[in-house]
């Protein structure tokens, strides 16, 4: 079609067309990002919508829209220099409208779906379940270890059996925690290294932050509950071989986590690229927006609708955790068990260094407390960045059976919580085994307030799991 046969309803000069319709302007845009070409239902809207005040003004009388929908598709499929140039022109008018006034419509028209298995409403729930869990464990456990607070709980029989619930479904507790923290790691592992060896499978930065995050912060209750109960807790060498295992997949996990390369910082940094005009730079963030990997627009969503500063706030977050992790681990290796055995730590001759020792459960209960419930906040806080620019296709809102699974996950937790609450340890522990066994309360000793992993007298000590012998009549 040559450029003379523009029916004289259409304008050549741009600045004559007035797009105001952010709904049509938003649909056109991203039907068109999404194909790679120009829908024809939405460019006659978008015709009709950019045109009327120009029809109005001039006396034009408004054609049907079978002429202008006839005239849409020769106009796609002409080859003509001075057609093409007016096609860029309209579409570039429609761009910068949806850029300047219309980016909340057309945010929420992108089908972005956000992450469920780790952003769901069932596992933001857990989270705060397992957090809330953590602190209620913490102060008993805490209160229970200070000798102020352990006699009023000795005169109250109460409160007593409140602190024996805590102290003896805490291994329950323990164990969840851990399996919890151990699932998301492992799950973060399959995402990054499915992402980094399949080019074609596309990970958005929503999927990577959220994974990294959450799973850094499963474990802060994990460290908290394990701190507040060290001194009642048995297996230590396995409990220390389960930690070694989480250290290990924590490293593997971060180290691939940042060697993938951010969907939404190189496509923000790929359209600042772009601002210059520069055609290399225009085509990569075309190419970006368009690859095949990412059929349903999560990168364009990212890319076009999160702000950048909120981008960089997610991985400063994740960075933080991790750098706090790193040095609480490396202190506690170093200094409190001095692995090293470096002569100078040793706390033989050292009064101050065996009392810091003694007293280190609780700095670890109050590192752990305030990174799990830092880390939660902030992790919801960016949750809701993404989430409030997003429509109808985002499932973060939704629940599925997944996300009610890991909610189970703590159920056993308050079953036996309450049962050794209501029927006393003895009876409750006797139920956890086979009718050949049975629980009997040990004499009473006198146990260490130490760190993490000397956990009481004996522990390591022959005869630890030598019967209780139960006279007759006595």
């Known amino acids: 079609m040559a450029a003379n046969t523009i029916p004289p309803w259409l304008p050549v000069d741009i600045s004559q067309f007035a797009f105001t319709n952010c709904t ?20 006659v ?28 598709v020769d106009f796609l499929q002409s080859s003509n220099p001075a057609d093409q140039t007016l096609i860029s022109n309209i579409a570039a008018a429609v761009q910068r409208l949806v850029g300047l006034k219309c980016m909340e419509d057309y945010c929420k028209i992108l089908p972005w779906q956000g992450n469920a298995d780790l952003s769901g409403r069932g596992m933001l729930v857990s989270y705060f379940v397992q957090a809330g869990l953590a602190t209620f464990y913490m102060i008993i456990l805490g209160l229970g270890r200070l000798n102020k607070s352990s006699r009023f ?22 164990d969840a925690a851990v399996l919890f923290s151990l699932v998301m790691l492992i799950a973060s592992l399959y995402v990054f290294a499915r ?14 932050f959220s994974s990294a995050l959450i799973s850094l912060f499963t474990i802060f209750p994990t460290v908290l509950i394990h701190a507040c109960a060290s001194n009642h807790l048995r297996r230590g060498r396995f409990r220390q071989g389960v930690w070694a295992f989480v250290g290990c997949l924590t490293v593997t996990v971060m180290a691939l986590f940042f060697n993938i390369r951010s969907s939404a910082l190189y496509g923000i940094q ?40 909120v981008v960089v706030g997610f991985f400063t977050v994740i960075i933080v955790a991790l750098a ?16 090293l055995r470096i002569p100078f730590l040793r706390s033989k001759g050292r009064p ?8 280190w459960w609780w700095v670890s209960a109050i590192f752990a407390f305030g990174g799990m419930w830092a880390t939660l906040i902030m992790f919801v806080y960016y949750r809701s960045a993404f989430n409030r620019l997003a429509g109808t296709t985002n499932k973060d809102d939704e629940w599925s059976f997944g996300q009610i699974l890991a909610l189970a996950t703590w159920v056993p937790v ?30 009473e000793i006198i146990r260490r307030d130490t760190d993490m992993t000397v956990l009481s007298v004996g522990d390591s000590e022959k005869g630890k799991y030598e019967p209780v012998v139960v006279e007759p009549g006595k």
């Open 195 to 208: 992402a980094l060896s399949d080019q074609n499978v596309i990970i958005t930065t929503y999927i990577q």
């Open 24 to 43: 049509l302007a938003s649909k056109f845009i991203a039907q068109a990002q999404s194909t790679n070409d120009a829908p024809i239902q939405q460019t």
């Open 45 to 72: 809207e978008v015709l009709y919508n950019g045109l009327g005040v120009y029809w109005s003004a001039n006396n034009i009388s408004t054609p049907s829209p079978g002429q202008v929908a006839a005239f849409v």
């Open 270 to 309: 790929a359209r600042n690229d772009s601002v210059s005009s520069d055609s290399k730079a225009i085509e990569n963030l075309n190419n970006f927006l368009t690859k095949a990997a990412d059929k349903e627009s999560q990168n364009a969503w990212e890319v076009n609708c999160v702000e950048q500063n």
């Open 153 to 174: 709980f000795k005169k109250s029989p109460k409160y007593e059996r409140v602190l024996v619930a805590v102290q003896e479904s805490t291994k329950s507790f323990l």
């Open 352 to 359: 101050r260094l065996k009392k810091f020792r003694k007293n």
């Open 324 to 339: 706090l992790i790193a040095i609480f681990t490396v202190f506690y290796l170093l200094i409190v068990k001095n692995i």
């Open 414 to 443: 308050f079953v036996e919580l309450l049962f050794i609450g209501k029927k006393g340890a003895v009876v409750a522990l006797t139920g956890q085994l086979s009718d050949k066994y049975q629980v009997v309360l040990a004499p």
